[in-house]
Every structure is written in C-alpha cells, then in structure tokens.
C-alpha cells in the first residue's frame, strides 16, 4: 500500500527529478545488482550509494513532503528518519525518505530500527522497483503501523499484484522500548520475513523477480486512517532510527558476525 500510491507521483516527475539530479531513477538508468555484500551503520551517508528525497511528496495520501531536513544522522553512528511537523517555524509538515542508488537481486537484507509511537505515521524498511525504473512494480514490505506498539506489516507486490495477503504481524517488546531486527530473505522460489529472529511469513508463489533499491521511509496521512488510524500530530518531531543495514547476497552467509545468515540453516 505504501507505495502503490507513491509510484504514481514519481512517474510524472521522473524526468524532472532525474533532470536535476535525483536518485528515483528513469527508464533509461542501467540497472546492475550489486553482486558484493554490503553493510553500513550510518556514519556517513555514502553519495555514490545512497540518495535522500527531497521536495515532493507521494500524493494527497501523504500529509507532508519529503525533505533533507527529515534526515540525519547520530553522531558514532545511527540513522534518524524523522517526521516533523508543522508549526510557526515550519510552514508545512516534512517527512523523510532514504533510498539506495544501488540495485539489488535476491539475497538477504537486513536492517535494526526502532521508532516512536504515534497514529497515522508508517515508518518503513522496504525494497521497490516500478514504471519509473523501466520495470513492472515490484516491492517487499517492512511496515512499521505505529499507530500500535509492535505491529508490522508484512507484505510483497509482484507487477504491482499484492495478491490481497498483506499480513499484520505482532513482536514485543514493541520498537517505541527498544531495536527491533527486520530481515528478509529473498530467493527466486521463495521469500521470508523475520522480525527479531522469529520467521513471521514464508511465501513459495507470486515471488518478485526485479532488481529493487532499498528506502527507509518515515510518513504521516490523513486519509489512509482505516490501516494507519486517524493522524495524531506530534507536538514535535518524531523518529524511525535506523542503526545497521547490511545485504548479503544470495549463497553467501555469516559475512557479517551478527547477520541472520548465521543461524539460517
């Protein structure tokens, strides 16, 4: 559902943003999955890897627009995804959104958050590719629901197909007390979600099959209240914090001591 909407604005922008140097991609960009493992607890944010959006919004689903300003990171490491909202120093609401400028194909991804609690706010670790990439809508779901303490949503698209199975899924303690670990293993016949170790969804049919980038997203809507809740505003800003991210690509495990690769059998 996150980006259903969210592929629609970035189609008619695309060569706009391509134009001024964004890093949603076009149909022309050549598309190479990486092939390396990869990890990083966000020191510094890596120009030639990584792209912050900025200046727009998803839709009139979303009640605040992507900005830098939403972005930052903590000083010894830790990435801070942040929704601020409006006030008489911040004429609008602003949201923040990290993506990959790599590309990505089957393997295992990785990422440790934690965030505030809050209704009608998503904060998301997720894979997407779509039209505006030259390719059908694929995508694999972390989705953060914080309008609850410990509820995710797990979900997949296959040429923009969600097949109807998004799946809410519970952990504790929730991520507003602590680090939740999120992992995904994809592989061309199958594809699991993890959350703190725990398998929480296994799927064998209707498998994405396209390289994808990877976002960190962190949003607010007004109107998506039936599955985010009525929005709540924060009386200041609110935070996803991402600690570590890190890929393995598929046939390799325990590249990094503390991947789930090393208890995967």
């Known amino acids: 559902?996150?980006?259903?909407?969210?592929?629609?604005?970035?189609?008619?922008?695309?060569?706009?943003?391509?134009?001024?140097?964004?890093?949603?991609?076009?149909?022309?960009?050549?598309i190479t999955p990486m092939t390396e493992a990869y990890q990083?607890?966000?020191r510094r944010l890596e120009s030639g890897r990584w792209y912050i959006s900025n200046?727009?919004?998803?839709?009139?689903?979303?009640?605040?627009?992507w900005s830098r300003r939403a972005i930052a990171l903590e000083?010894?490491?830790?990435?801070?995804?942040?929704?601020?909202?409006?006030?008489?120093?911040?004429?609008?609401?602003?949201?923040?959104?990290?993506?990959?400028?790599?590309?990505?194909?089957?393997?295992?991804?990785?990422?440790?958050?934690?965030?505030?609690?809050?209704?009608?706010?998503?904060?998301?670790?997720?894979?997407?590719?779509?039209?505006?990439h030259g390719q059908p809508h694929d995508e694999i779901d972390f989705e953060m629901l914080t309008r609850e303490s410990g509820l995710m949503w797990l979900n997949r698209y296959v040429a923009g197909n969600d097949f109807g199975e998004g799946k809410e899924s519970d952990f504790e303690p929730g991520a507003e007390e602590g680090y939740v670990?999120?992992?995904?293993?994809?592989?061309?016949d199958r594809l699991r979600w993890y959350i703190n170790g725990e398998l929480r969804r296994e799927e064998t049919r209707g498998i994405p099959s396209h390289p994808m980038k990877i976002y960190f997203s962190h949003w607010g809507s007004d109107i998506l209240t039936s599955w985010m809740g009525p929005f709540d505003p924060p009386d200041g800003p609110v935070e996803m914090k991402v600690s570590s991210f890190s890929y393995t690509p598929m046939g390799q495990r325990c590249v990094f001591p503390d991947s789930i690769t090393c208890e995967l059998p």
């Open 1 to 30: 559902m996150l980006c259903d909407m969210h592929r629609f604005f970035t189609s008619v922008i695309a060569a706009l943003i391509v134009s001024i140097g964004g890093g949603v991609g076009c149909a022309a960009e050549t």
């Open 40 to 42: 990083t607890d966000f």
């Open 55 to 65: 200046g727009w919004s998803n839709g009139d689903h979303q009640n605040c627009t």
């Open 75 to 132: 000083q010894g490491g830790g990435l801070r995804v942040r929704y601020m909202p409006a006030s008489e120093a911040l004429p609008e609401a602003l949201c923040g959104e990290l993506q990959t400028r790599m590309w990505f194909l089957y393997g295992t991804f990785e990422a440790r958050l934690r965030g505030d609690l809050g209704s009608g706010r998503n904060a998301a670790f997720f894979a997407y590719t779509g039209p505006v």
């Open 181 to 188: 670990d999120l992992a995904f293993v994809w592989e061309p």
